[in-house]
């Protein structure tokens, strides 16, 4: 409960968010990109330095430098060494994350490399890197780095321009504006026309969805050309094997449509083409498939039946660490059982009308917890896994799978929007993996089923990160 607290007065703060910070006094108007490796296994974790380089322009808010919303299950801050002031600080999470929760960090040990990227301090700072306590999800120290911008390590050179590149959205200045880079992935030089086409339509399509759509011009969007030798991605578990310029491939985590990259510099290198905050990887594939994380990047295949739901869900992933509604689908890692109150913006243990996370956003008269056909959904949602299963286990072609996931989409939507609190704020139970305990805030959301769009707490959620990039 009292964490609960806490977490609805980090929201009001975001309000009146104060200008702490100078950032003429501290920063230069570049970027830092800190290079470090993270590895472990399932009982111990460590950090490495590795090297710091130049990422070009500054393109975050010079006045919201302090992160009040404090997502992600890692944080960082940049702090003065003697006042230990807080001069910068950004929620994240990552692959290491996710990987240490998986059958793998039980057996052997992982190391991947990450990057976090801040303004370029004029002095030494202190980096403090924090991760999530598992018993009530408060942020405990785990490393602490001394950054000496004049060490030899230290590399203030950029990179000089080695793709292409191309403007799809242009609203103004980077520090203003939230900055997307798309890289093409899968590829090749004679694929670019279509490459800068499907970023085209990725942007449309994310620019569609509320509120994306109604703060349009709060976005700058440009696209990296990486050519890839030939066309199309990895697949391991359907023998299909490839070797493309960033690494991305599907099968990550034994997880047949979970596609991530492993190469973080390459990616890291090939994105600081551009000003950027946030990062999209097209795949040039037409499996279905994808990833988000927060704070590092999404990948979406450009060409199936479904790019479009994939594209902005996977980004809300990645934008505004935006919890999976659904819970029937499996997945390949473990979920904590323990039910804490999640720090998802759009997921709650907790269904009191008192003190739900999205209070104000309750429809008046709405009971909560409230009630939906949760019995009917769920009776037929493991009806379509079990058919999903075997048609995966056969192979099948992927027209028949996308012909199994339209009749899906048709008979939620028909569901959930014919119920007698559809379009209510409240709380309905099953969210982010559990079927029981834990509660999602509209009957239907983008982040629940293959739905076009997002529900009033990831609504609310994606506004205020777009605040912290605009401000
Ligand atoms: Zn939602």
Redesign the pocket.
Known sequence: MRKHILLISAVMMMAFSLKAVDFQEHFKDKTMRFDYYHTGNATEEHFAFDGIVSDGLWAGSRNALVDELRLGKYFFEIQEPKSGKILYSRGYASIYGEWETTPDAKENWGVYHESIRFPWPNQEVDLVIYKRDNSDNSFEPIWEYHINPQHYRVNPADLSPMYDVSTIVENGDPEKKVDIVVLSEGYTFDDMEKFRKDARRFANTLLEAEPFASRKEDFNIRAVEVPSPNSGLNHPHQDIYKRSALSVGYGAFDSERYALGFNNKKIRNAASAVPYEYTVILMNDSIYGGGGIYNLYITAAADNAFNEYLFVHEF?HHFAA??D?YYTSAVSYDINKDVIEPWEL??TAHPDPETIKWKELVTPNTPIPTPWEKEKYDKHSIKTQKKRRELRKAKAPEEKLVKLFNEKRKWDNELLSNMEYSGHVGAFEGARYMAEGMY???AN????TRYHK??????R?INMVIDQYTE
Do not use: K, P
Request: aromatic share 10%; charged share 20%; proline share 0%.
């Open positions: 809300g935006l919890a509604e759009n997921v999602r805030s509209e959301c983008l982040m629940f997002f529900c009033a707490a990831c609504r959620a």
